[in-house]
């Protein structure tokens, strides 16, 4: 059998290798937290890449205008209004326009990637699925593989235990535990449907025992890290969807069953064989993040419409303790204006409960096939869960986890948008194209208006705000240092009375 790559392999297997490489192969001598701004590079180059391909290839502009087309009028208005005030508040609200115009070209082009990535799978179903299925179990596989081989070498003494404070190797290619936990949101309830189909609808006994496997280890180390917004998320996601299936008590029962393995595993590899390692995922505090949300309420109500501006609040002129409010919709109510942050909570809502309309016809359905109808349901999981949890995290901001989104969220367009009817219209179809390729080349221009203000090497810009603050802590946002508003670039200097050199920092 000859392996054939077309055009749609060339541009999905850039995303699915980002997802693969990652996690799994990452290595930073030098520590952690160079890791999020090496990430944050290579999905600079993967975007630059898709974009240019999706300029370039008609055959993609096509596969993005197919969805685009079949989207309902009141969504299709409701994100260009968005797009819209994005772009306004960028160019003449913002204080930094050339952080905001970054921002909203990268929203602007994960969205468009997106949508070719549902066109793809609009009309090549197989294609993606293989692409998901095999992405989720390569990452989870190898990366469980990574840390059976360092528990080990702990065993004898010559690693540390991960997740572990050590940060050449601590958290292998995270530089917080934080962002592997959003893969876990991503992941585990995609990889439980995945578990539960082989185990209940299929005779391949080898694959419906493996996946457990997978399943505990992957939980082992969600408890290890403490992922309590991940928990959370998931937990209401497995009660849709129980809800909605007729297998109440079976499905409950195999992830009972899955529950208590991965408790059972916890305590023996990071407890009672580890040294005794407390539970972290019963955490009791906020972490800060409820101060942020009182405290950012009052100046959302001061600039309700427009905001403040895209990027706004990581300026270092807030004093706030982080980079983002840890919740996207008080992130977009902020700094995009109360308009934006509920018309795309109204755009999300009216997505899952279609979605989930959907599912509930091909649960009706005989003609409708056991895979299609697990593979949509772990996809509403999945989509929920991050929902939720993204009221809880900086899930949007993360790199993994705006690439997860893509080939997520697209593939369950694509899957969505293929039962429906085709509304195909030959002009707005040709005038669509053209649309994509010039908000492509937005996001080409914004980056270049930003990258001549802003060079990549952020060592310069680290130490400026490490030395300014007098802390150790770095605050992500796009960069791993997501403060903006430092002159970190070319600052000008300055002697203060004592004769030593200072900083010229904006007045706050």
């Not at 469980?144 to 190797?169: A, H, K, M, N």
């Amino acid at each position: 059998m000859k392996l054939r790559l077309n055009i749609i392999d060339l541009f999905l297997i850039p995303i699915v290798a980002f997802l693969f490489v990652f996690p799994a192969f990452q290595y930073s001598a030098i520590g952690i937290r160079g890791v999020f701004d090496e990430k944050r590079f290579w999905e600079m180059l993967l975007f630059l890449f898709l974009g240019l391909l999706i300029v370039l290839l008609p055959k993609l502009q096509k596969k993005a205008s197919i969805i685009l087309t079949n989207i309902s009028k009141p969504i299709t208005y409701s994100l260009c209004i968005v797009l819209a005030i994005g772009i306004v508040s960028s160019s003449f609200i913002a204080k930094y326009q050339e952080w905001a115009l970054l921002e909203v070209s990268y929203y602007l082009l994960i969205g468009l990637i997106t949508f070719v990535v549902a066109g793809i799978t609009y009309e090549d179903f197989e294609k993606v699925c293989h692409y998901v299925i095999v992405i989720i179990l390569a990452v989870v596989s190898f990366y469980l593989f990574r840390i059976c081989i360092t528990y080990v070498l702990y065993q004898f003494g010559s690693f540390p235990l991960w997740p572990g404070t050590e940060t050449s190797i601590g958290l292998f290619g995270f530089a917080d535990k934080r962002f592997f936990n959003h893969i876990h949101t991503w992941t585990i309830p995609l990889l439980v449907g995945l578990g539960w189909y082989h185990w209940r609808y299929t005779t391949k006994k080898t694959i419906s025992y493996v996946i457990p496997v997978l399943i505990i280890g992957w939980g082992i180390l969600l408890l290890a890290t403490g992922g309590r917004g991940t928990a959370l998320s998931i937990a209401i996601g497995f009660l849709v969807i129980t809800f909605l299936i007729r297998e109440k008590w079976k499905f409950v029962r195999y992830n009972l069953g899955l529950t208590v393995g991965t408790i059972i595993g916890y305590y023996t590899f990071f407890k009672w064989l580890a040294g005794g390692r407390n539970p972290t995922v019963l955490r009791a505090s906020s972490s800060g993040r409820l101060d942020a949300w009182i405290n950012i309420i009052p100046d959302i109500t001061s600039k309700p419409i427009l905001g403040f501006g895209p990027m706004h609040y990581a300026s270092i002129n807030l004093n706030n303790w982080m980079s983002s409010p840890h919740n996207w919709l008080l992130q977009f109510a902020y700094e995009w204006g109360l308009i934006v942050a509920f018309v795309l909570l109204i755009v999300i809502c009216v997505g899952l409960y279609s979605f989930a309309n959907q599912i509930k016809r091909n649960l009706n359905s005989k003609s409708c096939s056991s895979k299609r109808k697990w593979i949509k349901l772990s996809l509403l999981w999945s989509l929920i869960a991050v929902f939720i949890h993204s009221f809880f995290s900086g899930l949007i901001n993360s790199q993994l986890s705006q690439v997860w989104f893509i080939l997520i969220v697209g593939y369950s367009m694509g899957i969505y948008y293929l039962e429906k009817e085709r509304n195909i219209k030959n002009k707005s179809f040709n005038r669509m194209q053209f649309a994509i390729i010039g908000l492509t080349i937005f996001f080409f221009a914004s980056l270049l208006n930003w990258g001549m203000k802003h060079p990549i090497d952020r060592k310069k810009s680290k130490n400026l705000f490490l030395k300014k603050v007098d802390d150790n802590i770095l605050h992500p946002r796009f960069w791993q240092q997501g403060k903006i508003g430092l002159e970190d670039y070319h600052p000008k200097k300055k002697r203060n009375e004592q004769g030593r050199e200072q900083l010229s920092i904006p007045s706050r």
